[in-house]
């Protein structure tokens, strides 16, 4: 369904353009499609097939067939799919049909129940939580003898 919205709405876009500006469309991986090699795209790319290199764009969106094996560094990812590699984005949504090999480094993250995720998801910028509220060492009756 949302699919056919994205869709419909690209459409009346282009129709309804009063600024004659282009309307962006996505670059699409289909199903049965494998690139070998990286992609660099200032706009969307949805995969549903499979890439075996770096992805670096705008917004990108794994479909459930959908596979990376690379890097990915972008604005938006939503995670339908499977990836396997490093991801650096500002928001990132991992689906219940999901998994991600690696780690994510995002400013916001949602997951649905269900995803599965083998790396470590770190906020950019933020403190390590664990390093955030570390006591200093304790000076125990043993050390003061010394």
Same mark, same amino acid.
């Given at each position: 369904m949302k699919k056919l919205k994205r869709m419909l709405y690209l459409k009346f876009a282009r129709k309804f353009n009063h600024a004659n500006e282009p309307v962006p469309v996505p670059s699409i991986i289909s199903e049965h499609t494998?690139? $070998?090699?990286?992609? !660099?795209?200032? &706009?969307? !790319? *949805?995969?549903?097939?499979? +890439?075996?290199?770096?992805?670096t764009c705008e917004e990108l969106v794994i479909g459930v067939k &959908?596979? +990376?094996?690379?890097?990915? $560094?972008?604005?938006?990812?939503?995670l339908f799919g499977l990836i396997q590699g490093k991801v650096i984005v500002d928001k990132?949504?991992?689906?219940? @049909? =999901?998994?991600?090999? &690696?780690?994510? +480094? *995002?400013? @916001?993250? =949602?997951?649905?129940?269900?995803a599965y995720i083998d790396g470590h998801c770190?906020?950019?910028?933020?403190?390590?939580?664990?390093?955030?509220?570390?006591?200093?060492?304790?000076?125990?009756?043993?050390s003061k003898k010394k």
């Open positions: 494998t690139v $070998n090699g990286d992609i !660099i795209s200032q &706009g969307t !790319i *949805h995969v549903d097939g499979r +890439v075996e290199g770096d992805i &959908g596979v +990376v094996l690379g890097s990915v $560094n972008a604005q938006h990812l939503q990132l949504f991992i689906a219940q @049909s =999901a998994k991600l090999l &690696g780690d994510a +480094v *995002h400013n @916001s993250i =949602a997951i649905e129940p269900g770190i906020r950019s910028g933020a403190p390590i939580p664990a390093e955030q509220g570390k006591p200093d060492l304790l000076i125990t009756d043993a």
